[in-house]
């Protein structure tokens, strides 16, 4: 395997780093669950806890892998078989459809109709989508874990290994065309290349830590520098959320997919308090009537109240619930 490590400041391709020199501390090494071993076959030659204190968060990685280890998890032809068929704009998530850079509106490719039981139901316009595949239009389609079972799998692997909430997305894209305009994510990205190749430019312009709806937007940077990467089927890509990146497919079919990890944040223990901190007396108290003139004074006994809510066991069932909930565990 050829390791690629990205520099942060996307200067080009700079040599791995050594393994962690843990000489100072020697703890017994604890052992990798099944999900953890399986994506540290992944990102090998890196290590897991590596990868997991240079990466995760961090910086990209590129790792080139064995051309045929992500080959049985879906193929191109199949994918665009389902697309012609409109299989994808059945699923909750309806499928996004670029054509350089463009993204085609959902009105322009799905029919709304009311069904026999009066309920909202939509029909893909299927000579539509076929005239813009014909054209080099790119699909990123959701929900096919249940046609490509690896897939299925693959987001299991993921969501355990990071006790997140993780969405796979099937990219098919075409020769000499671009998908998505240059973009960031307001969640982590790990690309798997499974045919073909593409040709990817990972910005060094980050925004930092976006979450829907916060922490953005930003103007895409097109002076800044990036890293320019080939993916070989095969090949890992990893980018932090908040990492601006475009793609352009160099093969006559490109299927890569995406595992999307929205890795638990504090806003997240922060809704989670606010979904028990209601259940607290001390926090549904009067203010004291001095509040206006000691808002320091009263805020420091807000803490305290948060503190105790924070120690009860409902908060770490609220917290617990709602990454069980998002992982689909
Ligand atoms: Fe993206």
Request: charged share 25%.
């Amino acid at each position: 395997m050829n390791l690629l490590a990205l520099d942060p400041a996307g200067l080009g391709p700079v040599e791995a780093a050594m393994p962690p020199d843990d000489s100072a501390v020697r703890r017994p090494p604890v052992p990798l669950t099944t999900a953890e071993q399986a994506l540290a076959n992944i990102v090998s030659p890196v290590t897991w806890s590596q990868f997991l204190s240079d990466y995760l968060g961090r910086r990209p990685l590129h790792v080139s892998g064995e051309a045929d280890c992500f080959a049985s998890l879906a193929d191109p032809a199949a994918v665009r078989e389902l697309i012609e068929a409109g299989v994808p704009w059945q699923f909750r998530r309806m499928p996004e459809m670029y054509l350089d850079g463009y993204r085609v509106p959902h009105e322009d490719l799905v029919d709304t109709y009311t069904d026999m039981d009066g309920r909202e139901a939509r029909r893909p316009r299927l000579r539509r989508i076929r005239r813009l595949l014909e054209k080099g239009a790119t699909v990123n389609a959701f929900g096919q874990e249940s046609h490509f079972p690896g897939l299925a799998a693959m987001r299991r692997v993921f969501s355990e290994a990071f006790h997140a909430e993780c969405e796979v997305a099937t990219f098919y894209s075409q020769q000499g065309h671009q998908g998505l305009a240059p973009h960031y994510d307001c969640v982590d990205i790990f690309v798997l290349q499974l045919h073909g190749h593409k040709r990817w430019f990972v910005s060094s312009q980050r925004v930092d830590s976006p979450v829907v709806g916060h922490g953005g937007p930003t103007q895409y940077d097109d002076q800044a520098s990036h890293t320019d990467i080939v993916l070989e089927p095969g090949d890992l890509l990893y980018f932090p959320r908040g990492t601006f990146h475009q793609a352009v497919a160099l093969s006559e079919q490109s299927l890569h997919a995406t595992i999307a990890v929205k890795r638990p944040t504090y806003l997240d223990m922060l809704m989670a308090l606010g979904q028990t901190a209601a259940e607290s007396d001390r926090i549904r108290h009067d203010l004291p009537l001095a509040h206006a003139r000691a808002p320091r004074d009263t805020k420091d006994q807000l803490l305290d109240r948060l503190r105790e809510a924070l120690d009860q066991p409902g908060f770490d069932e609220a917290f617990e619930r709602l990454l069980t909930l998002r992982s689909g565990h």
